[in-house]
C-alpha cells in the first residue's frame, strides 16, 4: 500500500477521539445470549456528517427522516439504531415514529433532536414496538469502547461481526478513523439492509468529507451490491468531530489523499467481510476486470461477473467454468474485443485471446476450493480497471431464505 | 381474446405450408435414447426473414454468421441448427466453421447458402466437431411433421419441448403461424442459450414482418431475461413465405394487428413455458406491474419482482415475504407513490397503500404452492402495464448450475 496507514487492535467506531457508544436489548429481537437490538454513536461534540443512503424507490421513514435532518444541517451528534425492525412500509406511523425514537434519544444524551440521525433494519411492514423503545432507550449506558456494543446491536442475519479502525498521521497529528457495518450487500437478509457507521476524531472540511466518503462508498459498498438490489433502508454515515485538533483536511492535498485512502481501506474491508458473511456463503468472490475502456465498464463487469447466479454456482462447485465468466462479462454490453481477453482464476490463466488455454485443471479446482477466490479479466483495450465482491451460491442460500418470515 | 386465433392440434414449426423440417442424432451431445442434436428448418419457397439476437458484447461465431447474411438479404430458405455445442469463444475457427455448416446445410437441400442461417447451443469454448457434421448433414430428412423433430435437435437441459401453432383469417384466407424454442431466459444452463425459430405461410410484407417479430420478442422473450442474463447465441427467427397466399400483410390495417396478436401469442406462449421449465423450477411466476407512469417502467419492476432471488426463494418457501416484492419494485428506482401502491397474490390482495391489510395467510400460503403464482402490484399512478415470467429458486437450481461441465 503507497499510504502509511496503522490498523489498530480491536478497532471498531469508537476508537477514535470523542465517540462513544452502547447499546441494549429491548425485545424488538427474538430474544438469545448476549443480543442487542438498540444502540447509540455519540460524538462528544457536534461531528459534521456524510452520508449515503439507498436509492430504492421505497424508502423506510427513518431513512427519510435522517435524510432530512442532514438538509437541515451537517453537524451532528448522534445515530440511533434499531435492528429487528426496518420501520418500512407501514404508512404515516413510520415517519412519527423515526421521529419519535430521535426524540428519545436525544433527550437521553442531552442534545438537540436536529443534531440525532436514525437507521433501522429488519423485518418491513410491521410497525416499531415503541412501548419497548420507549422503555430501553434511556438505559442505554455509552462507553468509550461502546462500538464493540454497538456492532451486535445492528446486526440481523451476519453471521460475523464487521469492524475496523485505522490510524494515519496528518502533519504530525495521528487522526483515527474506525467503522461499523451489518448485512451484505450482495445476498440480502429481510431486505438486504446494508448499515454501515464511520467514524473520525480527524478536522476535515466539510464537503471534502461528503466527496470522500461517496467515493470510498462507490468503490466498497456500490461494488457489493452486485445483483443490483438495494434495500430500503441501506445507510451509510461518517462523522468527523476534530477530536484530533489537526489541521483541517482539505481537498487537493497530501493530507486529504491519504485521509480519503484510509477511509476507503475501512469501506473496503468492511464490504470484503460483508460479501464474504453472504447467506449460504462458503466462499469470497474477488471479481476484478482490468484494461476495459472506461472504469464505468470494468465496474459492470466486474459486478455483472460477481453477481452472475451461474459463475455464483459454478464458484461454489468449484468448476473452471470460464465460458460463464466471459458470458457474464458480454451481457453487459460493454465495447470489448473477443480476441485480446485473458480470464484468471487465483492468478492461473485460463484464457488467452478470447479462447482455452491449456492449463492445470485439478490446480484450478484445488483454487476454487479455497476461503477467497480471484476472477479476473485482463480486457486489455483500455485503462479502466474495477474490482466487486461477491459470495457463491449454495444450496443453503435457497433453504435459509424460503422460509425467513414464516 | 379480443382477437379470433384458433390453436391447432399438435402444432409445430412445420404446421405452416411450405415448411419442412428434420434432425439427426450426430454425436454432438452425450448418447440417449431419442437424442437429436442437428437439424434443418427449411421453406419449399425464398420466405421473407426477420430475425432478433442477443446483445451480449460476446458472440457466437455463429450468430454473427446469419446477422451478416440477413444484412445481405432477408429471403432465405433455411436454418441449421445444432445443439451440444454453442460455437463460441473458440477464436476464428469458429467463423470457419459457421461458415461451412452454412454450406453444407445448403449443399444438402439444394439451396444457395446465402439463403441458410445457422444457429447453435450447447457448451461454450469447445470446437464444433465438424467431423461428425459433415458425416451426418447429408442423412437430414426433411418432412412435412419435421418440427416435432426440430424441436427434440434444438434442446440441451430442457425438461419439456415448447411448441405451438395458431391460424387466423386473413381476408377470407387461413393463415397459420408455428414456433418452436428452447432454454429459459432466466435460468440459464450452459450460456443460457435461447432458441426460438418461428414459421408462418403468411404473406407479409417484409418491415412489418420485421416489426411485428420485435414487438413480439419485447413482450415475450424480452420480459423472461429478467436476471439481465443474455447468452452469447440467443436468436429467434421468424420466416413467412407467403404460401397461403393471401393479400399482402401490412402495417396500420386490422389484418396486420391480427397477424401481430397471432405471433406474439405464440412468443407469450413460448417464453412462459420457458419460464416454467427453467432448472430447478417447481413453479412459474407471472408478475404484472399496472398503473406505472410508463410501460418502460412497468416493464422495468415487472422483471425487477420476478429476477429477485430473494421473491423467488419466498415463492418457492410460500412465504407471503410482500416486502420482498415492494423492495424489488423500489429498486428500480422508477418513480411511484407509496401510499397508492397495491399487491396481489393470486388476486387476494394483501397489500393496500403500501402498507399490509389483513388477509387470511393460509390462503396465501396455498395460492404459492399452485404450479403458477401471480404476482401483481397495482402502483395506480399512471397506465403502464407490463407482465413478466419467472420462476422460484429451488435447492435443486444451485446443486445442477454448481457441477455442469464437471
Redo the contacts between chains.
Sequence with gaps: MPFDIQVLDNGTVTSPKGFRAGAVYSGLKTPGPGKLDLGLLVSDTPAKTAATFS?????SPSVTVSRESLKGGREKRAVVVNSGN?N????EQGFKDAREVVSLAADHIGVDASEVLVCSTG????ELPMGLIRAHMGTIELSDDGGNDLVKAIVTTDKRLKQKAVSINVGGVTVSIGGISKGSGM??P???TMLSFLSTDANVEQEFLSATLQAAVDVSFNMLTV??????NDTCILMANGAANNAEITAGTAEGELFAAAVTDIAIHLAREMARDGEGASKLIDSTVTGAYTVADARMAARSIAS???VK??V?????????I??A????????D??KIQVFINDIQI?E????IPYHVESV?QALGRPEVYLRVALNVGDGDATAWGCD???E???F??????
Excluded: F
Design positions: 436509492q430504492n424507490s421505497i424508502l426496518a418500512c412500509a407501514v404508512g423485518v418491513i411492514g410491521v445476498i440480502h429481510n431486505m438486504a445483483d443490483t438490489d438495494q434495500s430500503t452472475s447466479p451461474l454456482t459454478a461454489y462447485g468449484r468448476d473452471p467454468n470460464w465460458g460463464r466471459l458470458m462479462v458480454g451481457k453487459t454490453s460493454i465495447p470489448l473477443e480476441s484464457v485471446g478470447g479462447a482455452a479446482v451460491l449454495t444450496e442460500y435457497v433453504v431464505n424460503s422460509a425467513y418470515t414464516t
